[in-house]
């Protein structure tokens, strides 16, 4: 113990020394990691290139990556910028494979090494000055970017590590408004952090917005000398969702791209301004088959299809019709009930009946979307093994309700332990052996988070923003993915604050238990 007390002391006072062992560190794992994935060994987990197989993503990022050299040495650089504009970091590894003049996935070790180190000693920071106090809880909480599902994944070519570290400068903005008296800085950092999470998951935007919209709302009522660097942190986030950078796309270049692929497809697509397409195919095709010996075209339709063909319009129309059937007999009901009685009953008027409709619909439109959302996710990810509720469907708002606690379970507490001995296609048994472990130590995190809510529940305070946006993000996706191993990838960032305050409860938790002891 006496020697765990000196590290982190030596780590406190010396911060570069400690980010310059973390560089190396990470360059001596993510060179052995690449060596190995370019031999025959362990030949089942990698694909002999370089990359390993439970990053599946990393293999298709650098085909991607290769297709944007090609425009950089093309000198077709609107090809480049606005190609995969989902995939913002292949752009900056585009550039390192051009520079270098080597077109292999370890060059993106200039990035990645940086950019793991600078999360941990962000999160190193943060813990210092949430808990000043408690001397070994930074490096404790370090441990968290040890995991080797943390750790492997961080030498890869995939953005979830550019994506905590964003996570990470927003931990540090937060905790610099509430620990220091700053009036700039907080902002400044938490807009770099907001900006790396945006341009990984741009889907997050309107989630950010929205809580940062009500955080900006409480401090300027406690805090009236905030409001320009409330508006400096919250304006560009909100012109990011009115001015979408597709937006500004050459029409031109874009219907070029889009007659390529319709030679492609030899196929002739219009789309109106509805949105509706269009399909003419001639007469006589140029192209024949023959199909020997079974003729027959089998076509697998999965379960209700209907839900997925039928147009919001239609499914809106069916409801308010339905709404106002059942509210017409209820009034016919309560109307033959009143000849009887003396006691004046008020009927609903029509603008009420139309306003409900109108909420129920929206309601519903929500479900709607996020059916649709986990409808696409299955579909695209067929081949993933860890599938949970794959067949799930959310036909209205209350199925969503219901769907809470299950939301909460998985999000929260998978992998499960019947999960941990299984054999993964990507990972292996060793894989799903190093993920049972990891959730071990993350059950026992959140017992530590639990402890310290419960004992006192103020010290989250500072945190509260953090929480609700992470408690939010972990619940939409136990709602959108139906693939256990995806939700434990893509929540990891979401679990830091957790392990923040976590593991301070578990060292309070096992100081108090010893007292108890020695008494």
Same mark, same amino acid.
């Given at each position: 113990?006496?020697? &765990?007390f ?9 911060k570069?020394s400690?980010f310059? &062992? ?6 001596v794992?993510?060179?052995?990691? &690449? ?9 089942s ?13 990393s293999?298709?990022y ?7 050299v ?13 190609s995969?504009l ?14 270098t003049?080597?077109?292999s ?14 999360s ?19 490096l @404790? $909480?370090?441990?968290f ?5 943390i750790?492997i ?16 400068f ?19 950092i938490?807009?770099i952090?907001?900006?790396? $999470?945006v341009? =990984?998951?741009?889907?997050v935007?309107?989630?950010l917005?929205?809580?940062?919209i009500?955080?900006s $709302? ?23 969702? &009115?001015?979408?950078v ?17 030679k492609?497809i ?5 789309i ?6 269009? $399909?003419?195919?001639?007469?006589q ?8 010996e079974?003729?027959?075209v ?16 239609e499914?809106?129309?069916a ?12 009034? @016919? ?7 009887s ?7 609903p ?5 139309t ?6 619909e929206?309601?519903?439109n929500i ?18 093994g860890?599938r ?21 379970? @998985? ?9 941990w ?8 048994? @060793?894989?799903?052996?190093l ?15 639990i ?31 139906p ?5 434990y990838? =893509? ?5 830091i ?7 301070h ?10 007292k108890?002891?020695?008494?």
């Amino acid at each position: 113990m006496i020697y &765990f007390f000196t590290i982190a002391n030596y780590c406190r006072e010396n911060k570069r020394s400690m980010f310059l &062992f973390l560089l190396l560190f990470h360059i001596v794992i993510s060179v052995t990691l &690449f060596s190995i994935a370019n031999t025959e060994y362990l030949s089942s987990l990698h694909n002999g290139e370089g990359l390993w197989n439970f990053t599946r993503d990393s293999t298709y990022y650098h085909k991607e990556v290769l297709n944007l050299v090609t425009y950089i040495e093309k000198s077709q650089w609107f090809a480049w910028w606005y190609s995969y504009l989902n995939h913002s970091h292949l752009r900056v590894a585009s550039l390192i494979y051009w520079i270098t003049g080597y077109h292999s996935p370890i060059v993106f070790e200039i990035v990645n090494c940086v950019v793991w180190a600078t999360s941990l000693l962000l999160i190193f920071r943060v813990s210092e000055l949430l808990f000043p106090d408690d001397i070994k809880l930074p490096l @404790i $909480v370090s441990i968290f970017f040890l995991q080797p599902s943390i750790l492997i994944s961080s030498t890869q070519l995939l953005k979830d590590p550019i994506y905590i570290l964003g996570f990470c400068f927003m931990c540090y903005g937060f905790t610099i408004f509430a620990k220091q008296n700053s009036k700039w800085k907080w902002v400044f950092i938490l807009q770099i952090g907001i900006i790396l $999470v945006v341009l =990984m998951r741009d889907y997050v935007s309107i989630i950010l917005l929205v809580f940062l919209i009500l955080f900006s $709302v409480i401090v300027y009522f406690k805090e009236k000398t905030f409001l320009t660097p409330l508006l400096v942190l919250i304006i560009p986030l909100i012109l990011l969702e &009115f001015f979408s950078v597709n937006r500004f796309i050459s029409t031109d270049k874009l219907q070029m791209e889009r007659s390529n692929l319709m030679k492609q497809i030899q196929a002739s697509v219009a789309i109106d301004e509805q949105s509706q397409v269009s $399909v003419t195919i001639e007469e006589q095709p140029q192209a024949s088959v023959t199909i020997e010996e079974q003729p027959q075209v089998s076509v697998t339709i999965e379960e209700q299809p209907q839900v997925y063909l039928t147009t919001r319009q239609e499914k809106n129309k069916a409801r308010t019709i339905a709404i106002q059937e059942k509210i017409k007999s209820d009034n @016919i009901a309560i109307k033959e009930k009143i000849k009887s009685n003396t006691v004046a009953i008020q009927f609903p008027t029509q603008s009420y009946i139309t306003s409900q409709v109108a909420i129920l619909e929206v309601l519903n439109n929500i479900s709607d979307g996020i059916n649709t959302i986990r409808y696409g996710f299955r579909k695209d990810n067929s081949y993933a093994g860890s599938r949970i509720d794959p067949n799930k469907k959310y036909q209205s708002f209350t199925e969503l309700v219901m769907y809470f606690p299950r939301a909460l379970q @998985i999000g929260f507490l998978s992998p499960f332990p019947s999960n941990w001995l299984n054999k993964g296609s990507q990972v292996g048994t @060793i894989g799903y052996l190093l993920i049972g472990l990891e959730t071990i130590i993350w059950y026992f995190i959140l017992l530590g988070f639990i402890y310290i809510t419960y004992k006192n529940p103020s010290v989250i305070k500072p945190f509260s923003a953090v929480f609700l946006i992470s408690i939010t993000l972990i619940l939409l996706l136990s709602y959108v993915v139906p693939n256990i191993g995806a939700i434990y990838r =893509m929540r990891q960032s979401y679990m830091i604050p957790f392990y923040l305050f976590g593991a301070h409860g578990l060292t309070l938790m096992i100081s108090n238990f010893t007292k108890k002891q020695h008494k």
